[in-house]
């Protein structure tokens, strides 16, 4: 059953629509990302979960309750802000306890919640500090038991790592992962960052503009993605496009002739829609390759512009005549300077999107 | 000197570590020469206080105190046969209640002012500095007939609660307030804070630094204020010292000059003292309201 249920929700300021149509359904337990570029209104949905934001139009539900109307403090959610947002002039002990202190509990309930929740972010011997005593890590780590010991239903974190360093915040990833597993509360989590997406969430869900492009397990959506936004947006480096005429349509297949190719070939394809004339062809850059002996291999002619060398994978940034940019991927072998190269596209790997960006699937 | 020390002397690399270079020494002759000129009048002061009578301005002056005794006996006079006490008493509760006030009112204005938006905010907002560029000459006889109207003459409330809107301390609140980050406050909204609370526990203290100042401003002001006592609440029962020390120094008055340097003493020794304790505050917080103010 569906713990946090969003219906129909949008929201605007102003004239300017942040938010278009929001659906959205999350079982209890589920760690669940939003993820998308900046300015996307992933914020706006956190908040507006968290009743921190008016709810424009629509209903959100938690248990089963609307609540639209309800105090922030009442819905059962707790935040952790990017900011960390700690109380400056209490103590990591005292900032833990304050929703506590507040809902009037007794002083050794509140000392057994904070304890039990230090224990849990090993925070211990930090209980005394001040904020401004502590690093980033333990910053955030403080804001994180700040929610725990109110024992939300749901936990909100709005983009919670991002002021951390890389090494700390992918500890930080590992520690949210296993808290994930130890408490088993449904866990919504806001990131622009596709990786910390990927590797943190069971449901991932992608937005652009203000709406859901698409949500689903992280590799579904890799794999599958619906439109040519999500299917940039995930993977790195990003997935290549370019543009494909469409020369012969078969029952089972279809005929491409990608821009700049040396040959035109084939793409089992069934039930293509044969009035498209023009589609974009995606594909990762690990289906690009230099070696030709994959023989569904296209190859197409390019310049190097410049080389990622990471020592495991290299990746070459190469030119098409056409000025479209195509990231090649060579496992092992090392660059050896050479402006001209011919990519070979294993074409297993190519998707199609139709002109406005939508995918076009092979009907089964 | 030892040889070792004459060399280090010239060594240039270990003269600059020396705590007295040329420029540093020039410094602080000025600097000494400024502080001597301050501190002169006080010193003055308290030098004619203690002395028998005459003695400071003889043909042959003492530039220092001689007699502990006679400024003494001074003092117990001036405390045992005048209505001193009770000027300080006055003064006192005059001050610390305009404190108490001032700090209430504009802390909570200044919360509401510099964390939410209400209907109007703007044109209150705009009335409260409108009023900053009004002098108080323009102000106080409006002031005083509202007040004589309410029956407040002669009063302890009439002393104190016109005083208590300060436009000032409000606007250098609203600024300090404005710097709490909003999630913060969103935090503690989410933590079950209801709105007093916000303030109690969260803008309040954050806010200490502030308010310690405007305390300290508040008080340097309203313990010098002599306008407005001298024509809101001119019967005995309310003078403050300053209305005291001015009968002192009076053309008609019959005190000889000791005595009333005495008076002098006993009025700028609250000031004084509160000025040592908080020296660093007050520095800081004039610093503070000329930098954002
Ligand atoms: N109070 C507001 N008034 C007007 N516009 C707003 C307000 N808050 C947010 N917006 C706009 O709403 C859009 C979504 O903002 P939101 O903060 O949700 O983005 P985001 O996805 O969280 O971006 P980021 O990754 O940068 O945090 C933005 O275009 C922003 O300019
Ligand atoms: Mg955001």
């Known amino acids: 059953m569906a713990q946090l249920e969003i219906t129909n929700v949008s929201k605007s300021y102003g004239a300017v629509n942040v938010l278009k149509n929001i659906n959205l359904e999350i079982s209890s337990g589920e760690f669940v990302v939003f993820v998308g570029p900046s300015g996307c209104g992933k914020s706006t949905l956190l ?125 930080m990833r590992a520690e949210l992962i296993q808290l994930h597993d130890k408490l088993k509360t449904t866990m919504i989590y806001v990131t622009h960052d596709q990786v910390e997406a990927m590797t943190l969430a069971d449901k991932m869900v992608v937005m652009h503009g203000g709406v859901i492009q698409q949500c689903g397990r992280p590799l ?48 089992p394809f069934r039930g293509f829609d044969s009035s498209l004339r023009k589609v974009q062809v995606g594909i990762r850059t690990e289906y690009v390759g230099l070696s030709e002996d994959a023989d569904s291999a296209v190859s197409l002619p390019a310049t190097v512009a410049f080389v990622e060398e990471l020592g495991d994978v290299t990746y070459m940034h190469t030119d098409l005549p056409n000025g479209e940019r195509l990231v090649v991927r060579s496992n092992g072998g090392r660059y050896r300077g050479g402006k001209e190269c011919v990519a070979q596209l294993d074409t297993t790997g190519i998707l199609l999107f139709d002109e406005a960006g939508e995918r076009i699937r092979s009907a089964s | 000197m030892t040889a070792e020390a004459i060399t280090a002397y010239s060594n240039p690399a270990r003269a600059v570590a020396l705590p007295f270079s040329g420029w540093a020494l020039l410094k602080w002759i000025t600097a000494a020469c400024i502080a001597i000129v301050a501190v002169f009048p006080i010193w003055w002061m308290v030098n004619v206080v203690f002395a028998e009578p005459g003695t400071p301005v003889s043909l042959n002056p003492r530039l220092y105190p001689t007699s502990f005794s006679a ?11 005048t209505d001193y006490m009770k000027a300080y008493y006055v003064s006192v509760a005059y001050s610390l209640l305009t404190i108490a006030g001032v700090l209430i009112i504009g802390s909570m204005a200044a919360f509401e002012f510099a964390l939410f938006e209400f209907p109007g905010k703007r044109i209150l907002f705009a009335t409260v500095m409108l009023s900053l560029m009004v002098p108080t000459a323009v102000t106080i006889i409006p002031t005083y007939l509202l007040t004589a109207s309410l029956g407040w003459l002669n009063t302890m409330q009439g002393l104190v609660v016109p005083g208590l809107a300060s436009a000032f301390g409000l606007f250098m609140l609203i600024q300090f307030m404005k710097t709490i980050p909003r999630d913060m406050i969103e935090a503690a909204r989410l933590d079950g804070a209801s709105h007093f609370q916000l303030y109690r526990y969260i803008a309040l203290p954050l806010s200490k630094n502030a308010l310690v100042t405007l305390a300290i401003l508040t008080f340097m002001k309203t313990w010098g204020n002599f306008m407005w006592p001298l024509i809101v609440a001119p019967s005995p029962e309310l003078y403050t010292v300053g209305q005291v020390v001015g009968l002192f120094n009076s053309p008609y008055s019959h005190q000889t000059v000791d005595i009333v ?33």
């Open chain 1, 220 to 267: 579904d959506l890799y794999d599958d993605p619906a439109n040519k936004f999500v299917a940039g947006f995930i993977g790195s480096p990003r997935m290549n496009f370019m543009d494909a005429d469409v020369a012969r349509v078969e029952s089972d297949h279809i005929t491409l002739a990608v821009t700049g190719a040396l040959k035109q070939f084939d793409l």
């Open chain 2, 261 to 293: 340097m005495t008076a002098n003493l006993l009025a700028a020794l609250p000031p004084l003292l509160f000025f040592l304790i908080f020296q660093r505050k007050i520095v800081e917080g004039i610093a503070m309201s000329g930098s954002k103010g």
């Open chain 1, 47 to 171: 908040r507006m979960i968290s009743g921190l934001e008016d709810i424009g139009t629509g209903q959100i539900r938690l248990n089963g309750q609307v609540v639209n109307a309800v105090d922030p403090a009442r819905r059962g959610v707790a935040m952790v802000f990017q900011s960390y947002a700690l109380y400056p002039h209490m103590t990591a002990f005292e900032n833990m306890a304050f929703s506590l202190m507040i809902a009037k509990e007794k002083k050794a309930r509140i000392k057994e919640k904070v304890e039990r929740a230090a224990n849990i972010l090993r925070l211990e011997h930090l209980l005394q500090r001040r904020p401004g005593e502590l690093s980033g890590g333990q910053k955030q780590r403080v804001a994180i038991g700040r929610a725990i010991v109110r024992e939300p239903k749901v936990f909100l974190f709005d983009e919670p790592l991002s002021n951390l360093d890389t090494e700390l915040r992918v500890q």
């Open chain 2, 71 to 81: 400024g003494i006996s001074k003092i117990l006079m001036i405390m045992q046969e």
